[in-house]
């Protein structure tokens, strides 16, 4: 096997480099039009190799839609939209084209088309609720509504795509069961045992041995400062203390620490994640062992009201399928897209990432931050900083590794400039209790940018690297190593700990798939709040 540590010093400037544009959220109601369109907004997008034990063999992908869920979002919750294609995307060759896809199509139903009933004075009604009793299996007779899907694999893109249904390993069944969401703990007492009943075993025509499959409810992941941040970053986003977790004060002078409180999505809001774990062989026949990955989703172009709607048929579509959300590498499309371009990106397929490179070539988010602190922190230190932001322009390292991938370490056969996830599969998971949540700068480089695995803290990673750490010399296997793609001169501030203060960490999750953990409960708050306080595990 070829040794991929050989050139990690160009591996590992890409890694810093290939999310500076942008900063602090993933991509959660990031444009106008997707705002309209909460069931189809793509949140996060999760690809790593399996680190459950006994599992090394297999890719996880996760792909999270409808962002902010209050745990106590009912009475409806948060079905998905059965009128949409919702499709995790594999390029194997470096073409920028998929060449196999997991495409997601749901349905909703009521029980006897009428959901649960009760009889009152005579008459029998339904009930406004989508049950009447506790839950503790699927197909509960306490419940009234239920939602179902299906997966194709699709080979190919285009006219010469080809299409086969996924199917139960266990039933040869095409339809798949989704778990209602957390309703709370009188509806639904036991639900991490409710939800293990959701995880199929499933076979991929054309693939082996069989893959695993989950969709279904889960608490965020994703650790933000989201509503401080977005108040014109309303903290001082510099490491408080000496290190993370160190609580002596030794940082920069009241700067932000690490804690949980700062964090508004874990322990906070749900999501809802559509989970496949697959054979590697599957994903990699055409090319070197490195992929790419990204999710869309897509709807009818054209949406007609109807006047007198139904529990089936609300309103009516039609036309072809229209791309209107798309994830790859996280916080694009949030912070680094200009505001006029979001909707054009959600539509565009990789291929048609060249008209924004202007957008990371020269991100504008460095510039806004040296605006609001480059007053305050001269102040503070005495200094006389001309600018906070680095200047070495165009940021021609960021578009080659950004968009290429990182030869030594994700790029593909072919290189096709693009933005997705790249995963170099053949290196090694790191375990989970081992793994670092700074991912390849910190020496593990199983971690983001090879892929993303849900304990990445891919928010501080890309704040650090959007202010010019690549511009001094970063440790190699802990060797400090002069990268020589810009210099000390072109980023004053490039060695400062910036941080958001929210912290996540691989041991915050589960250990094996689903690997997120179980959603957080709608009732009672007593439960609710106590998730929230858990402290993040260092």
Not at 66 to 89: K, L, R, S, V
Request: hydrophobic share 35%; glycine share 10%.
């Amino acid at each position: 096997m070829k040794d991929y540590r050989l050139g990690l010093g160009s591996a590992l400037a890409a890694v810093l480099a290939i999310s500076a544009p942008s900063a602090w959220a993933s991509s959660h109601r990031e444009a106008p039009a997707i705002t309209e369109m909460p069931k189809v907004d793509s949140t996060d997008f999760y690809m790593f190799r399996s680190y459950e034990v006994g599992r090394p063999g297999y890719v996880t992908f996760i792909a999270n839609y409808q962002p902010f869920q209050d745990p106590f979002g009912g009475p409806n919750y948060f079905t998905m939209d059965p009128n949409a294609h919702y499709t995790i995307h594999v390029d194997n060759d470096g073409d920028a084209k998929e060449d196999i896809s997991f495409q997601f199509k749901f349905d909703h139903f009521l029980r006897d088309g009428v959901g649960q009933t009760l009889t009152v004075g005579g008459k029998t009604l339904s009930i406004a609720m989508r049950h009447d009793g506790t839950i503790v299996i699927p197909g509960s007779l306490n419940q009234g509504e239920f939602e179902n899907y299906s997966v194709q694999v699709i080979r190919g893109s285009g006219s010469s795509a080809t299409t086969q249904n996924v199917t139960n390993a266990a039933t040869g069944e095409t339809q798949f069961k989704k778990p209602i969401d957390n309703i709370g703990f009188k509806t639904l007492p036991d639900y991490h045992k409710y939800v293990g009943a959701f995880v199929y075993d499933v076979r991929i025509p054309g693939c082996a041995p069989t893959a695993r499959m989950f969709v279904g409810q889960r608490e965020e992941a994703f650790a933000i400062n989201a509503g401080e941040s977005f108040d014109l970053v309303n903290y001082i986003p510099i490491e408080g203390d000496s290190a993370p977790f160190a609580g002596d004060g030794g940082g920069f002078p009241g700067g932000i620490t690490q804690s949980r409180t700062h964090d508004d999505l874990i322990g906070k809001k749900n999501v809802t994640s559509l989970e496949l774990e697959v054979p590697i062989a599957c994903l990699t026949r055409a090319g070197n062992g490195v992929i790419g990955g990204w999710q869309t989703a897509s709807l009818s172009q054209a949406k007609l009201l109807s006047p007198n709607p139904t529990y089936r048929q609300p309103y009516v579509e039609s036309g072809a399928y229209v791309q209107v959300s798309r994830l790859g590498m996280p916080l694009v499309n949030e912070l680094v897209i200009g505001l006029p371009f979001k909707d054009l990106f959600n539509a565009t397929p990789p291929t048609g990432d060249a008209p924004l490179a202007d957008f990371v070539t020269n991100p504008t988010f460095p510039a806004i931050l040296d605006i609001l602190f480059r007053g305050p922190v001269n102040a503070t230190l005495g200094t006389s900083f001309p600018t906070l932001a680095p200047t070495n322009f165009p940021r021609a390292d960021l578009v080659a590794t950004f968009l290429t991938g990182i030869k030594t370490l994700n790029q593909q056969k072919t290189v096709t400039p693009s933005e997705m996830t790249r995963l170099n599969t053949a290196i090694t998971p790191t375990p989970q209790a081992n793994q670092k949540s700074y991912g390849v700068v910190a020496d593990d480089l199983a971690g983001f940018p090879n892929g993303r695995r849900p304990g990445d803290d891919v928010a501080d990673i890309e704040l650090r690297v959007l202010m010019g750490r690549l511009c001094y010399p970063v440790p190699i296997n802990g060797t400090p190593t002069d990268l020589g793609l810009c210099k000390p001169a072109d980023a004053n501030t490039g060695q400062v700990a910036y941080t958001d203060g929210a912290p996540v960490s691989a041991r915050d999750l589960q250990p094996g798939f689903p690997y997120l953990n179980d959603p957080i409960p709608g009732s009672p708050l007593t439960a609710r709040a106590a998730i929230a306080a858990e402290p993040a595990k260092p």
